[in-house]
C-alpha cells in the first residue's frame, strides 16, 4: 500500500491510482485547465490566478481506462496566502485524508474513491454544477447530457416542448453546443419570445461561450433594458476572459447606471468582469463599493470584503495597491481607504 509520506501532491496521488484526470478551475466561473498548470498552482510554484474567498476552487475529475467509462469527481478548495500561492501544509493536510481514506484504492481500481467529509471539499451550487457539467462533458468528448434535446427542440421550434419541463443542466448543454445544434441564429431570432426564466437561465448558460456578434447584441440589449429579472443574467452571459474594449465599454456604463447598482451587480462585475478592469475601472469600481457601504451602513465591512478579493487577482494587485497613494482617488475612496486600513492595525493590536 502506498503511505501518505510516498505521496506528494493530488496530480502524483490521482496518477499513482492508475487514473486519468481532468482540472477545472471554479474560481470564478468554469475553466478547464492543463495537468502542469494544476501541478505548479497545488505545488505553490505559480500563484493562483483566479481565486476565490482566499481559496483556490477545483473540480477534478478522474476516471481509469477511457473517458467515456465511469467518472469520479472531487469539488476541492484549498486556502492560499497573501501571495496568492496556495498554502502547502493544507495541500498536504488534505492529501493525508485522501490516502488514509482511499489507500486501498491505490492499489484496487474498483474502488469507489468516496472521499469523507473534510474541510477542503464543497458543493457547487446548481447553477455553477450545471455549468461544469456541460463544460465537462464537451471537454472530454462526452454526449451532451439527456436534458438537452428537449431544451433544443425548445429553441429551435421543432416540438411542442413545454419550457417548464426544461432544465438548467440541458440548458447549459445546448448554451455551449450552439454550432452543433446550429442555434446562434435561431436564438438571436426568437429571444424576446421566451419566457422571463427561459431567458435567464440562456443567458446565465452563456458565460462560458464566445459571443458572435449577434449573440452579444442580444445579450447588450436585454441588459439595457435593465428588466430586475434577467439583467444580472445578461450581465453575466457577457462574462470574457479577454480583454475587450467593446466590453469595457458596456461595463462603464453599467458602472454609471445608478438604477442598477446593487451588491449582486458588484458582486457579478468583480466575480466575472475583473479581466475587464483598467486602472480606472478598477478605482471606479472600489468607489462604487465604498459609496454603497456607506449608504447601507455596512461599517467599512463591504468596501473592505471587495478590496481584499481585488487585491488578491494577480492581474488586478498593482492597480488596486496603487490607489493607496493615488493623489486622485476622491475623498469618500480615501476615507474607506484609511478606515479599511485603521481596522486592519486594530484587529493586528488585539
Known amino acids: 500500500m502506498t503511505s501518505p509520506a510516498d505521496i506528494n501532491s493530488i496530480s502524483e496521488f490521482l496518477l499513482h491510482a492508475g487514473t486519468n484526470f481532468q482540472v477545472f478551475d471554479m474560481g470564478r466561473g468554469v475553466q478547464p485547465i492543463p495537468t502542469q498548470t494544476f501541478l505548479n498552482w497545488e505545488s505553490a510554484s505559480e500563484v493562483v490566478p483566479r481565486p476565490r474567498q482566499q481559496h483556490a476552487w477545483f473540480g477534478i475529475v478522474f476516471w481509469q481506462g477511457e473517458a467515456s467509462q465511469s467518472h469520479f469527481i472531487w469539488f476541492v478548495k484549498l486556502p492560499i496566502d497573501e501571495r496568492g500561492l496556495i498554502i502547502c501544509a493544507a495541500r498536504n493536510h488534505f492529501l493525508q485524508i485522501v490516502v488514509e481514506a482511499l489507500g486501498e484504492s491505490l492499489a484496487n481500481n474498483n474502488?469507489?474513491?468516496?472521499?469523507?467529509?473534510?474541510?477542503?471539499?464543497?458543493?457547487?451550487?446548481?447553477?455553477?454544477?450545471?455549468?461544469?457539467?456541460?463544460?465537462?462533458?464537451?471537454?472530454?468528448?462526452?454526449?451532451?447530457?439527456?436534458?438537452?434535446?428537449?431544451?433544443?427542440?425548445?429553441?429551435?421550434?421543432?416540438?411542442?416542448?413545454?419550457?417548464?419541463?426544461?432544465?438548467?443542466?440541458?440548458?447549459?448543454?445546448?448554451?455551449?453546443?450552439?454550432?452543433?445544434?446550429?442555434?446562434?441564429?435561431?436564438?438571436?431570432?426568437?429571444?424576446?419570445s421566451y419566457p422571463n426564466p427561459v431567458k435567464k437561465a440562456l443567458l446565465e448558460s452563456l458565460e462560458n461561450t464566445l459571443l458572435n456578434d449577434g449573440l452579444f447584441g442580444v445579450v447588450k440589449t436585454e441588459l439595457d433594458k435593465s428588466?430586475?429579472?434577467?439583467?444580472?443574467?445578461?450581465?453575466?452571459?457577457?462574462?470574457?476572459?479577454?480583454?475587450?474594449?467593446?466590453?469595457?465599454?458596456?461595463?462603464?456604463?453599467?458602472?454609471?447606471?445608478?438604477?442598477?447598482?446593487?451588491?449582486?451587480?458588484?458582486?457579478?462585475?468583480?466575480?466575472?468582469?475583473?479581466?475587464?478592469?483598467?486602472?480606472?475601472?478598477?478605482?471606479?469600481?472600489?468607489?462604487l463599493c465604498a459609496q454603497f457601504d456607506q449608504q447601507e451602513n455596512y461599517d467599512g465591512a463591504l468596501f473592505a470584503g471587495f478590496f481584499s478579493d481585488l487585491v488578491q487577482l494577480p492581474a488586478l494587485r498593482t492597480s488596486v495597491l496603487s490607489l493607496l497613494r493615488s493623489p486622485e482617488r476622491c475623498e469618500i475612496l480615501s476615507q474607506a481607504i484609511g478606515r479599511l486600513f485603521s481596522q486592519t492595525q486594530g484587529h493586528a493590536k488585539q
Open 111 to 192: 474502488q469507489a474513491f468516496e472521499l469523507p467529509d473534510n474541510p477542503y471539499v464543497f458543493k457547487p451550487a446548481q447553477l455553477l454544477m450545471a455549468q461544469f457539467g456541460a463544460l465537462c462533458r464537451k471537454t472530454l468528448n462526452l454526449p451532451a447530457s439527456e436534458d438537452t434535446k428537449k431544451a433544443v427542440y425548445y429553441f429551435q421550434q421543432k416540438a411542442s416542448v413545454n419550457w417548464q419541463d426544461l432544465s438548467v443542466q440541458g440548458i447549459a448543454d445546448s448554451c455551449l453546443r450552439l454550432n452543433e445544434y446550429k442555434l446562434e441564429p435561431i436564438i438571436c431570432k426568437h429571444f424576446d
Open 227 to 287: 428588466d430586475p429579472e434577467t439583467f444580472h443574467a445578461a450581465l453575466q452571459a457577457l462574462h470574457s476572459e479577454t480583454a475587450s474594449p467593446r466590453l469595457q465599454q458596456v461595463i462603464s456604463q453599467v458602472m454609471q447606471n445608478e438604477d442598477v447598482l446593487n451588491m449582486d451587480t458588484l458582486s457579478i462585475l468583480a466575480a466575472r468582469h475583473y479581466t475587464q478592469f483598467t486602472p480606472a475601472l478598477v478605482q471606479r469600481f472600489l468607489t
